[in-house]
């Protein structure tokens, strides 16, 4: 299954304009090491596409370590109809290699 990706630097813009809510599927722990600021946690280990409730307006993008799990992630979508299809092309680890900030906590 193909799924759509954007780049750090696409999903930077977005961020920056308010038009995202980024998805973080990676596990707790993780999500607490370093995140995106603005993401939610919303593990794979438990992830239900019905259980994300994006503002109106806002598209879903799901961001893992690298990008297999937030694949993963973008397969149970497809599976259950959601009109969640996107996700960021590396990771967090693309985004810390554009140099864009990683947050704790």
Do not use: Y
């Not at 980024?22 to 596990?27: A, H, P, S």
């Not at 961001?63 to 109809?81: F, I, Y």
Request: charged share 20%; with cysteine; proline share 5%.
């Amino acid at each position: 299954m193909t799924h759509k990706e954007i780049t750090a630097n696409e999903l930077k813009a977005m961020l920056d304009e308010g038009r995202v809510l980024l998805v973080d599927v990676r596990e707790p722990g993780e999500f607490a090491a370093g995140h995106i600021a603005g993401a939610v946690n919303h593990p794979l280990s438990r992830f239900e596409p019905g259980a994300i409730d994006a503002p109106a307006g806002k598209r879903v993008v799901l961001q893992c370590a690298g990008g297999k799990r937030s694949g993963m992630a973008l397969d149970k979508c497809a599976a259950a109809e959601a009109a969640i299809d996107t996700h960021l092309a590396g990771g967090i680890g693309a985004w810390a290699a554009a140099g864009l900030p990683v947050v704790t906590g």
